[in-house]
């Protein structure tokens, strides 16, 4: 496939709504300062909705000030980037309507068609760019998740693209490979000898996984209500996470060589059954309790009504394939929990044989391998050292941490935290899509999470109750300990 042509225009479908303006105008803007935009390149931001084209810009200025804050907008450069902007109200469902896109573009070769639109309105934008011609070969559609509800909707949903776009030109979004922090999981395994030899069930015990939230579901719920921490995070998010730590070396970093490696991790993910479902599973939704030091509601009375959605799931997950036979993967997400975790643990096997006097193995703390992507962004290897000091009959041995703060160590006048979408828009730029999720893949991660959906009809599991600010429900720790391991808390 030859290269993709560099993108001269992007449409942003949905371009008056919380996404855009929280993340992808401020993304945008972020990209002309460091001057990564193409010379000419146009924005044009659709949405229903009559708006002056003055009011339009006020709210994208407002937007890019509260995201570039403690720092002030610069002026030479908003007024680069406000001459790139435009608004257009047009209901993008209709091909008829999109002539006034077409005009806005002004004769852009390869634009980009930006959907931050709700997931049902996919299928009826991706066919009127089809019927109004707007959809080139040079084109690309970039998607959020979710791309549908389960296999059979995503499946509707990528067979429509598949009649417009061919796949190199659709980027299905997770903004978490667009984080740094998880872009370095690449580098960490593939950049350093040492930890590949070791990374297998010969001398790893087990993985953990924790994407944890402060955040109720709040406003949220008429969409979250619908999905459920296991369709919200797990599909997406969490595996995408698991993918990365356990996948096989890709050749190369190119975009296939990448996602297939990641596509034969989804297929060995041993599937739920109905009996699995209550050993290896727990979901959870928050009850009032307190969070961040102040009350808070339970998610029904956030919702208005009782609901059988889970705000927490915690998993047990076999990989079955050589590599990680025996090494149990076990993953938790949820609202309202403690504190704002991302974290990957990789813990280590002890020693075989302990040589230190009478202390036994079990004494000897084992290596783990600890990465936090947020919000702290550290990584710290466990090691056992000798604590400084006489003593008598042996040796007194204590855990500490070798420890890289990428924070402090890429720190400087000028550093800033990235927002994982300004990474991602300028690969669709570039047309590369290797940080993107491919059709395969998104349908094998719905065929696995469809598989523990059903386990949990099957066994007819609600949801537990936990307090809001809590861990999850008391079976979340069962779970583990079931296996004689315990979260890291
Ligand atoms: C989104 C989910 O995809 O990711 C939200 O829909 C969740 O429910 C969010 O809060 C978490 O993203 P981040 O970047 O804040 O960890």
Redesign the pocket.
């Known amino acids: 496939m030859a290269k993709a042509p560099e993108a001269d225009a992007i449409v942003l479908f949905g371009g008056a709504g919380d996404l855009a303006l929280r993340m992808l105008f401020p993304s945008l803007y972020f990209l002309d300062a460091d001057g990564f935009l193409p010379e000419g390149f146009r924005i044009i931001a659709v949405a229903r909705s009559e708006l002056a084209a003055e009011d339009f810009r006020r709210q994208v200025r407002e937007a890019v000030e509260t995201r570039a804050r403690p720092v002030a907008v610069d002026e030479a450069v908003w007024s680069r980037f406000a001459a790139r902007l435009d608004y257009r109200a047009v209901d993008a469902t209709q091909a008829g309507e999109l002539k006034v896109v077409e005009a806005a573009l002004a004769g852009a070769r390869a634009p980009i068609f930006y959907l931050a639109l709700s997931p049902s309105l996919y299928i009826g934008v991706c066919q009127a760019l089809w019927a109004s011609g707007l959809a080139t070969p040079q084109s690309r559609i970039v998607l959020e ?1 979710p791309i549908g509800q389960n296999l059979e909707s995503s499946r509707e949903i990528n067979a429509a693209l598949a009649e417009v776009f061919e796949e190199e030109q659709v980027f299905r979004i997770d ?2 490979l667009g ?1 740094e922090t998880v872009q370095n999981l690449i580098a960490l395994r593939f950049a350093n000898t040492l930890f590949e030899p070791l990374w297998n069930n010969l001398t790893i015990d087990h993985v953990q996984i924790t ?1 944890a ?1 402060t ?1 109720g579901v709040g406003e ?1 719920w008429p969409y ?1 209500d619908e999905y459920g921490a296991l369709r ?2 797990v599909q ?2 969490v595996l995408q996470l698991l993918c990365l730590v356990a996948m096989e070396p890709p050749s190369d970093m190119d975009a296939d060589s990448l996602r297939n490696e990641k596509v034969k991790v989804l297929r060995s993910l041993r599937p739920f059954t109905r009996h699995e479902a209550g050993q290896s599973s727990v979901r959870g939704q928050y009850v009032a309790g307190v969070a961040g030091g102040e009350a808070v509601a339970a998610y029904e009375a956030e919702r208005g009504q009782p609901s059988a959605t889970e705000t927490f799931v915690a998993l047990r997950v076999d990989i079955d394939n050589w590599r990680w036979a025996g090494v149990p993967f076990f993953l938790r997400t949820g ?1 309202r929990l403690p504190e704002r975790r ?1 974290q990957i643990a990789i813990q280590f096997k002890g020693v075989p044989h302990s040589i230190f006097g009478g202390q036994a193995t079990t004494d000897l703390t084992a290596n783990r391998l600890v990465i936090d992507l ?1 919000p702290d962004e550290d990584i710290e290897l466990l090691l056992m050292n000798k604590a400084p000091g006489l003593s008598q009959g042996g040796m007194r041995l204590q855990s500490l941490p070798l420890s890289l703060s990428l924070l402090k160590a890429y720190s400087g006048p000028n550093s800033r935290r990235r927002i ?1 979408y300004e990474r991602l828009i300028l690969d669709v730029i570039h047309g590369d899509n290797a940080l993107f999720v491919r059709r395969d893949e998104v349908e094998q991660a719905w065929r696995w999470v469809d598989g523990v959906a059903e386990a949990w009809d099957e066994a007819a599991m609600a949801p537990r109750p936990y307090p809001a600010g809590s861990w999850g429900p008391a079976g979340a720790f069962a779970l583990i300990e079931r296996a004689g391991r315990a979260w890291y808390e």
């Open positions: 998740k903004h978490y984080k994407v939230e955040e949220r979250y919200d995070m997406n998010h609202k991302t947020q994982a």
